[in-house]
């Protein structure tokens, strides 16, 4: 299982990556396997306002239905659009071609308060 | 509850298989390279399925064959020893359908029934007969290449006829082959001796046949619109609401279950099981409801992701004068979404024009 060092994550299985002041977010390799097969991913409305730990969308795989929940909250600055038409990508590249958005934050704070790599992955193995 | 194990749980473990409880039994879900990629095997080549959670209920003696003919109802008068049948097992007062069965007639006096793994005490309870499961493994081998990958393991079991029966030797043991499916593909579905299993089920991996789990076996019959006991069968469920009246033989007489079932006929059914296509990706799902002209009438029994459509699918339950053509919307989680409905097979349908 594939756990990037540069990375910060939620114990809900997303990542999340600053990038300047926005925070890129998509579902972690562990995530991805234990969905199987992503067939429909449901996205925010670019513009969107966020919580953190609140609703973000929604993974749906050939056995299963998945919220996705904010990393941080904000305004969504950007969808991964080409997910709608693959959303297999998720499971083939899970933190690249597979991210879901980009969260501006409202509360910059939020985002060292998540949970390092090594942390993730002591809970992935719990 | 201790989860039963199929005799090739080794060879699932050794090929990563995800594991998954179905009717009491620890099964492989899907392998590693997924459910889509096993289903779509399944379709353009072949694929193999691990299935030892089917019940075998051997049924013999004098009187077997009057037994099984007014207990389920099918009439084995339209095949003979050597053939296989689809059956239901009605329920006596309601005709909801107990279990939905393929039987093996092996020999003049002797059937091999096949119940779903969690109707098998409930099959004895009515057949009597000697459950067998745990003697055998049953794995079946699906697909447009099923047969022609199977020969090179085995040209007697690839060689037998759609919904035949026959013997064959593997390795010195006796095994049983028959033309039998639920992918809506050709195929063959074998039992073969416990001590023998795992080096059939090797064989035929190296075969090249893909292995598949559960998850692809219920994709595979859904998009093929077979019914799944549970679903589109069950309580309150009868033969002629789930469309399978082709099971019921009224012409063979008694039956049990028929008297309730022959009132439903008189009176007419008051839902009917149908096809329907979505517009987009996602999948339905179990429970959604069906909007008729902004009213739910309708119900999902089974829903998910066609691979070959490349849209959602699923067998819904809908008042009966619903036709083929009209459009309708599932409530699908808080959204609703257009759908046709349509006459399964779906992966067999044309997509232009299906959907305005």
């Known amino acids: 299982m594939d756990v990037p060092q540069d990375l910060r994550y939620t114990a809900d299985h997303e990542w999340a990556r600053l990038e300047d002041s926005a925070v890129r977010v998509g579902l972690t390799d562990f995530a991805q396997e234990a969905l199987g097969d992503v067939v429909f991913v449901q996205l925010p409305s670019v513009g969107a306002t966020v919580v953190r730990g609140g609703e973000l969308g929604e993974v749906e795989s050939t056995k299963s239905v998945s919220q996705v929940y904010a990393p941080v909250g904000g305004t969504v600055v950007e969808v991964n659009a080409a997910l709608t038409g693959q ?26 308060e998540l949970i390092d790599a090594a942390g993730y ?6 | 509850m201790t989860l039963k194990h199929s005799t090739l749980h080794t ?20 392998y590693p390279d997924g459910t889509i990629a096993e289903h779509l095997a399944c379709r353009n080549d072949a694929a193999v399925f691990d299935v030892s959670h089917l019940g075998t209920v051997r049924v013999e003696g004098p009187d077997s064959f009057e037994l099984l003919q007014t ?16 059956q239901h097992l009605l329920d006596e007062t309601d005709a909801s359908v107990l279990d939905d069965i393929i039987v093996w007639w092996v020999a003049k006096e002797r059937f091999d029934v096949m119940p779903n793994a969690s109707n098998t005490a409930r099959v004895i309870s009515v057949l009597g007969g000697q459950d067998v499961t745990g003697e055998r493994a049953v794995i079946a081998v699906q697909g447009p290449r099923a047969r022609e990958r199977l020969a090179t393991v085995s040209p007697e079991a ?9 013997d064959f030797e593997f390795k010195g043991v006796s095994c049983r082959v ?19 299993a795992p080096d059939f089920w090797r064989a035929v991996v190296g075969a090249g046949v893909k292995p598949a789990g559960l998850g692809a076996r219920d994709t595979l019959r859904l998009e093929s619109g077979l019914p799944l006991h549970g679903h589109e069968l069950g309580a309150g469920i009868t033969p002629l609401q789930a469309g399978l009246g082709w ?6 007489g008694p039956f049990r279950g028929r008297e309730a079932l022959e009132r439903e006929r008189a009176s007419g059914i008051r839902r009917r099981l149908r096809g329907l296509l979505a517009e987009g990706r996602r999948p339905p799902r179990r429970g959604d409801a069906v909007v008729f002209d902004g ?30 053509g009209d459009k309708v919307e599932i409530a699908l989680r808080g959204s609703q979404v257009g759908a046709i409905v349509v006459k399964p097979p779906f992966q067999h349908l044309k997509l232009e024009g299906a959907i305005s």
């Open chain 2, 11 to 30: 060879e699932h473990l050794e090929l990563g298989a995800r594991l998954v409880d179905f009717g009491g039994w620890e099964m492989p879900l899907s």
């Open chain 2, 247 to 252: 099971v019921v033989s009224w012409d063979k």
């Open chain 2, 178 to 196: 028959a033309g039998t499916g639920y992918t809506g593909e050709d195929g063959v579905e074998c039992a073969v001796p416990s001590e023998k």
């Open chain 2, 295 to 324: 009213e739910a009438l309708g119900v999902v029994t089974s829903g998910n992701f066609s691979p070959v459509l490349q849209r959602g699918i699923a067998l819904a339950f809908v008042p009966p004068p619903t036709a083929m």
């Open chain 2, 71 to 86: 207990s389920l109802t099918n009439d084995l008068n339209r095949i003979g020893p050597g053939r296989a049948q689809y």
């Open chain 2, 158 to 166: 690839a060689a037998v006829g759609h919904f035949m029966v026959a």
């Open chain 1, 121 to 126: 992955l002591s809970l992935t193995q719990s």
């Open chain 1, 87 to 112: 959303p297999e990508r998720i499971n083939t590249d899970p933190y690249g071609e597979g991210w879901l958005c980009v969260i501006e934050p409202s509360a910059p704070g939020e985002f060292e």
